[in-house]
């Protein structure tokens, strides 16, 4: 089963080509379709769900937008993945972005380009063998919640500043890494 998911808004344009191609696939085809107006005439199709977990665990393949949320939920299942970049959602480079710089960290990841030619990455996909991504370690979530939150730190709040500006330099260490492109 391939699964594909838009998020909570539209991405009409892989929507629409998926339901294109669906009826050349052997495979059955779930949508999640979020905001869209299009509705599929060649695939199942729903627009939210409280968990998306269970077609996760049901599909051989997941196709969704580049949001980098989805993208990790994702890379977690270890599942096959094609990932494609909604121009339409936020800034049009946004997504593309993001989706050019982790998908040369995470090898498990198919970043899709032209969604025209999403079914030569389907292919392409069903042949991919994901290798398992490892989650890079940050934790400056942690060191600025405790810089705001302690009243009587046991170290000074220089210190604890240090530590979150430390981390939020290693943070932008891994992005021009990746090849990120305007890192600001």
């Not at 949508?31 to 998306?52: D, H, M, T, V």
């Not at 121009?87 to 498990?108: C, G, M, N, W, Y």
């Not at 370690?137 to 979150?164: G, N």
């Amino acid at each position: 089963m391939i699964f594909v998911t838009v998020g909570t808004g539209k991405f009409e344009e892989l929507v629409k080509e998926i339901d294109r191609i669906a009826p050349k696939l052997k495979d059955k085809i779930i949508i999640q379709i979020g905001s869209g107006e299009y509705k599929p005439k060649n695939c199942e199709w729903f627009r939210f769900a409280p968990s998306l977990d269970y077609y996760y665990k049901k599909a051989t393949l997941l196709i969704s937008h580049g949001g980098p949320g989805i993208v990790f939920e994702i890379l977690d299942t270890g599942k096959k993945y094609i990932a494609c970049a909604n121009r339409d959602r936020t800034d049009p480079q946004h997504q593309v972005e993001f989706l050019e710089a982790i998908s040369k960290e995470a090898t498990s990841i198919i970043y899709c380009k032209d969604i025209s030619k999403i079914s030569s990455y389907i292919q392409k996909a069903k042949k991919h063998k994901p290798k398992k991504y490892k989650k890079v370690k940050c934790c400056m979530d942690k060191e600025v919640e405790k810089y705001i939150t302690t009243k009587k730190p046991k170290q000074s709040k220089a210190k604890l500043l240090f530590k979150v500006i430390k981390s939020y330099v290693t943070l932008v260490n891994i992005i021009i890494k990746s090849g990120a492109k305007n890192v600001e």
